[in-house]
Structures are given as C-alpha cells and as structure tokens.
C-alpha cells in the first residue's frame, strides 16, 4: 500500500491550504485515514482522522479551523487548513489504517510526508 501526499507549501498567517493524500495498492477496507503533523523538534502529533463510517476527530489545536474528508470512490484524504497560524508550520503525514481481507488484522501504512510553513 502506498500513500501520495500533496499540497504542502509555504503561506503566510491566516492563509489557507489543501492537503491531499491518496492510497493505493491491494486492500479490501481502509478503516481510518488520517492527518498527523511533527513540528521542528517535536513528537509527531495527531491532526484529524476519519473513518469508514465518516467519524471525524481533531486536535483540539485546529478545531474550528481544519476539515478533514474523504473521497471513498477515490481512496484519497483531504485536510483543509484555514486560518493558518505560524504553529502549524510542520511536515504533514497522511497515515491509513487498513486491512487486506476482513479475517486478517489492521494494519498501517504513512505517506511521505509534506512540508507545510506558515509565515508571519
């Protein structure tokens, strides 16, 4: 399973951006697609998720200002950042959690990663 991430790039406080994140290769079910960031010097951290059933949960950080989605038909994640601020500046990780048949457990599989700078 591979993970292609786009959109990162450099935008200026309060601007905005789409991250996009698209999965291919052999699975039957993706169960959760995700966004997680790691800033210079930091843990890597959880953005947003979304489930097969279309379940969202968010950092507390950027409730209000990120929408993560999912296009099914097109395995592909999206994060839409608004209201950028200079601590979201970060490398941005698409992750899935998947399963190749419904008998064999979940497993993970992380994008590249894409670089996001936000400047003041």
């Known amino acids: 399973v591979q993970l292609q991430a786009s959109g990162g790039g450099l935008v200026q406080v309060g601007g905005s951006l789409r991250l996009s994140c698209a999965a291919s290769?052999?699975?039957?079910?993706?169960?959760?697609m995700g966004w997680y960031r790691q800033g210079a010097g930091k843990q890597r951290e959880l953005v947003g998720t979304?489930?097969?059933?279309?379940?969202?949960k968010y950092a507390d950080s950027v409730k209000g200002r990120f929408t993560i989605s999912r296009d099914y038909a097109k395995n592909t994640v999206y994060l839409q950042m608004n209201s950028l601020k200079p601590e979201d500046t970060a490398v941005y990780y698409c992750?899935?959690?998947?399963?190749?048949?419904?008998?064999?457990?979940?497993?993970?599989?992380w994008g590249q990663g894409t670089l996001v700078t936000v400047s003041s």
């Open positions: 290769g052999s699975f039957a079910t993706i169960n959760v």
């Open positions: 992750h899935i959690e998947y399963q190749t048949s419904s008998f064999t457990p979940a497993r993970d599989s």
């Open positions: 979304v489930t097969s059933g279309d379940s969202k």
